[in-house]
């Protein structure tokens, strides 16, 4: 049979006396009084031409067909619900794919709470799709300047007009060595700035500005993300400037150490960029929770 609005209709009310236990309990559920759930019932009964339901003054029950109707109902009825719900998300917009760029090495700072903003998303807005990728910081900033990502999260030196940034958080670094480099051992108050800037170092090759024009020597190394760098400062041979969150798990096994060299420790600004202008409302929504999971921990 094909399946119209009326019938539909029918197999609500249908459902709502078998939720019920019987058309008396159904009323108050229904707004429709007893003669009229009875007149719904029958013309459902005719509609199908089978019995669904014995009621009378021995009381309700389902027949072995009416169980079978029952199930059949649920579960078409529960189809549409569905697919109401997911049709509204639609209209108003909140599902489709939104691109994140982030920065690498993120995810160890404790302050760092897009994880909260994911778990939102997914009761809230399930029918956006989250494409979460890991990208240099000047990648990501051009990425969503040109409209390949939606949002863009992390650090840059490089700012373009076209692109809007709101700071989330301040993200800690420091100087550190490895184990295995010769300050690892010594004394705080025997290291010096001097004696470190002696030693070859490897920096960032996104960076720009004072931090690059310091380590502009022929000792020295590029690595064009953190957790490379980290490598390159875990051999011994070299010093570097590490978020303080990513080496202290390495600081406690041993493997690292933090120096009292204040001239390289700084706070990252770590900002949520997103295209100037008006945006479409499944990447505003996306944005906003990862704001307001971050306001919330501040």
């Not at 389902?62 to 549409?80: D, F, K």
């Not at 705080?188 to 310091?214: A, K, L, M, Q």
């Not at 690292?256 to 706070?267: F, T, V």
């Not at 960029?273 to 945006?279: D, N, V, Y």
Request: charged share 25%.
């Amino acid at each position: 049979m094909k399946i119209s609005g009326s019938d539909l209709h029918l197999f609500r009310v249908f459902e709502s006396v078998v939720r019920n236990g019987g058309m008396s309990a159904a009323q108050m559920e229904l707004s429709l009084s007893q003669p009229t759930i009875s007149n719904h019932l029958t013309a459902l009964e005719q509609r199908l031409g089978v019995k669904l339901c014995e009621r009378g003054r021995r009381g309700f029950s389902l027949t072995e067909e009416g169980r079978r109707v029952y199930e059949i109902s649920t579960e078409i009825t529960g189809m549409l619900d569905s697919g109401s719900a997911r049709l509204s998300r639609v209209r108003s917009a909140l599902a489709g794919k939104v691109g994140v760029g982030i920065v690498d090495c993120l995810t160890t700072d404790p302050s760092f709470r897009l994880a909260d903003a994911i778990a939102e998303l997914s009761k809230a807005a399930p029918e956006i799709e989250l494409d979460l990728k890991i990208m240099c910081p000047n990648d990501i900033t051009k990425a969503v300047a040109e409209n390949e990502i939606d949002i863009g999260i992390g650090a840059s030196d490089i700012k373009v007009a076209s692109v809007q940034y709101q700071i989330i958080y301040q993200e800690e670094h420091a100087v550190f060595c490895g184990s295995a480099h010769p300050l690892f051992c010594r004394n705080d108050e025997t290291i010096t700035s001097e004696e470190c800037y002696g030693h070859p170092w490897v920096e960032r090759g996104y960076w720009y500005g004072i931090r690059r024009h310091r380590f502009d020597t022929a000792a020295n190394r590029v690595a064009f993300d953190i957790e490379a760098q980290l490598l390159m400062v875990l051999s011994g041979a070299y010093l570097g400037v590490l978020p303080i969150h990513f080496a202290s798990m390495f600081e406690q096994q041993g493997r690292l150490r933090r120096l009292p060299i204040a001239d390289e420790a700084y706070s990252a600004d770590i900002e949520v960029a997103t295209r100037t202008g008006e945006q479409a409302a499944n990447v505003s929504y996306v944005r906003d929770a990862i704001i307001r999971a971050h306001q919330m921990h501040l």
